[in-house]
C-alpha cells in the first residue's frame, strides 16, 4: 500500500482544488492586525479541544489576550495544548507552521520565533501565497459576504436570520437591507425572497443554513395561519426603547414555514444548498438536532434543490452514506471533517467508495477563520484522499490511473458541476 499511496499522493499534491466552505476575511485587507499567533490560531477550532482537555475559559481569555507577554499566555496552555496536539486540530496547525513559516512544531521552545514570522505575514500577499501558490485552491466559496475578493472566493449567501430571526433589531436589519418596512407576514416574505434574488444576482453560487446549531433540523409542514401567529408576536416588542436586547422567541411553526418556503424558492432557482449537519463547532450542544436523516422530508418534497450535506454529518457519516445513496439530490462534502477525524475521513471515502456513486462527493472545504490553517487542512485531505484510494487499489477495485481520476473529480470535477462553476 505505501507504494500505491506515494504514487497517488504524488498525483494528488498538485491538484488545482475547489474549497467548498470557507469563513476567512472577505478580503485581505479585512484580516485582523492587532494580533499575534497564539491569539490567531485560538480563535476557532482548537481552543475547542483545549477546553474539551481542561483548560478553564476564564484562563482561556487570558490566553487569547495578545496585550500580556505571549510566554506567560504559553504557560497557561501549554499542558492542554500538548494533549490535544494529535487531534486533527493539532496536527493541522503544526503542519500549517512547518510548510509556511518552516517551523517543526508549535512549542515552548518556538512559539516567540513563530511570532515574528507571523507579524511579518499580516503584510499584504499572504492570502495569494497561502490559498494560490501553496495550496493550489482555485476558489473557495465563502459563507456570507456578497462583497467578497472575486480573485480568491466566490460566496454562499445565508437566509437563516429569516427562519430564526433573535431579536427586533434583526427585523430593523432586515427593512435596512431590502427597503421593506416590515408591517405584516406578507412584508417578511416579500422581503426573504427580494434578497434572495438579490444575493444571486451579486455572485451566490450556492445558499447555505447553519441553523443546526440553534435548532432540529425536523422541518415539518405548517400552515401560515399557525406561522403568522408566530410572527405577529414581534410586534410585541416595538414599545421597547432602541438599546433593549430582549430576545424574540419565534415558534417551531413560524421556523418550518419560513424553511418550506425558502425552499420553494430555491426549487424554482435550482440553486445547490448548503446544510450544517453533524458536530457543532465549540463545547457542549445537542448532537441529536443535527443528524441529516432529519432533512429526509425536504430532500422528498424538493428535487429541483441540490443539497450539499456538510462535515460528512460526522458522527452520522454511515446515514449520510445511505441518504446520498438513495436521494438524486443530496451529495456529501467533506468540509471540516478532515481535521475533526482523518481517520474518520479515510474511513468513510473507503465505505462511500463501496456505496455511492463517485459524483457526488465533494473532497475539501477548509471551513476555516484563519487563513494558515488551510494549508494544514488541504494537506490532510489531500491525505486522507490518497490513503483511502490507495486501499482501493490494493483490494483489486481499480488501479492507480483510475485513482488518480477519482481524485481529480472529487477535489475539483464535482465541486465545479454541484455548484454550477462554469455557468459564471
Not at 89 to 105: C, F, H, P, Q
Not at 384 to 392: P, Q
Request: charge should be negative; glycine fraction near 4%.
Amino acid at each position: 500500500m505505501n507504494k500505491n499511496f506515494n504514487e497517488i499522493f504524488d498525483y494528488v499534491k498538485d491538484l488545482t482544488i475547489i474549497d467548498s466552505h470557507e469563513h476567512l476575511p472577505y478580503c485581505e485587507d479585512f484580516r485582523e492586525k492587532n494580533t499575534d499567533a497564539l491569539r490567531e490560531y485560538l480563535i476557532h477550532y482548537f481552543s475547542s479541544d483545549l477546553i474539551s482537555a481542561g483548560l478553564n475559559p476564564e484562563d482561556f481569555q487570558k490566553a487569547i489576550n495578545h496585550e500580556l507577554p505571549i510566554m506567560d499566555r504559553w504557560d497557561i496552555v501549554e499542558p492542554f495544548w500538548n494533549n490535544a496536539r494529535y487531534t486533527g486540530y493539532g496536527r493541522d496547525l503544526d503542519i500549517s507552521v512547518k510548510a509556511i513559516y518552516n517551523i517543526d512544531k508549535i512549542s515552548k521552545n518556538t512559539i516567540e520565533e513563530l511570532d515574528h514570522a507571523f507579524q511579518r505575514s499580516l503584510k499584504p500577499g499572504h492570502f495569494k501565497r497561502v490559498l494560490k501558490d501553496m495550496s493550489k485552491i482555485e476558489v473557495c466559496l465563502l459563507d456570507s459576504n456578497l462583497d467578497c475578493d472575486p480573485y480568491f472566493f466566490k460566496s454562499v449567501y445565508r437566509l437563516d436570520r429569516f427562519i430564526y430571526p433573535q431579536s427586533y433589531s434583526d427585523i430593523k436589519q432586515v427593512e435596512e437591507d431590502s427597503g421593506i418596512r416590515i408591517c405584516s407576514m406578507d412584508d417578511w416574505l416579500e422581503a426573504c425572497e427580494m434578497m434572495l434574488d438579490k444575493a444571486f444576482e451579486s455572485g451566490a453560487v450556492a445558499l447555505k443554513s447553519g441553523l443546526a446549531y440553534d435548532r432540529t433540523l425536523k422541518y415539518e409542514r405548517t400552515i401560515r395561519n399557525e406561522a403568522e401567529v408566530c410572527f405577529n408576536q414581534i410586534f410585541n416588542s416595538l414599545h421597547l426603547p432602541n438599546w433593549d436586547g430582549s430576545p424574540i422567541v419565534m415558534g417551531k411553526e413560524f421556523q418550518d414555514y419560513m424553511m418550506h418556503f425558502i425552499l420553494r424558492m430555491a426549487n424554482k432557482r435550482n440553486p445547490t444548498f448548503q446544510f450544517h449537519t453533524g458536530l457543532q463547532e465549540g463545547n457542549g450542544n445537542y448532537i441529536h438536532n443535527s443528524d441529516p436523516s432529519l432533512l429526509s422530508n425536504l430532500f422528498l418534497e424538493y428535487p429541483d434543490v441540490d443539497f450539499d450535506i456538510f462535515h460528512i454529518g460526522y458522527p452520522y457519516q454511515h446515514v449520510l452514506s445511505a441518504l446520498a445513496k438513495n436521494f438524486p439530490n443530496v451529495y456529501i462534502d467533506m468540509c471540516w471533517a478532515h481535521i475533526i477525524s482523518p481517520y474518520a475521513c479515510v474511513n468513510a471515502l473507503n465505505e462511500w467508495i463501496d456505496s455511492v456513486p463517485l459524483n457526488k462527493i465533494i473532497a475539501f472545504g477548509g471551513d476555516y477563520m484563519i487563513i494558515d490553517a488551510v494549508y494544514g487542512h488541504q494537506y490532510l485531505a489531500r491525505t486522507d484522499i490518497s490513503k483511502s484510494l490507495a486501499h482501493k487499489v490494493e483490494e483489486g477495485v481499480f488501479d492507480i490511473d483510475e485513482a488518480k481520476r477519482i481524485a481529480k473529480m472529487l477535489f475539483y470535477g464535482n465541486p465545479k458541476r454541484i455548484f454550477k462553476l462554469d455557468n459564471d
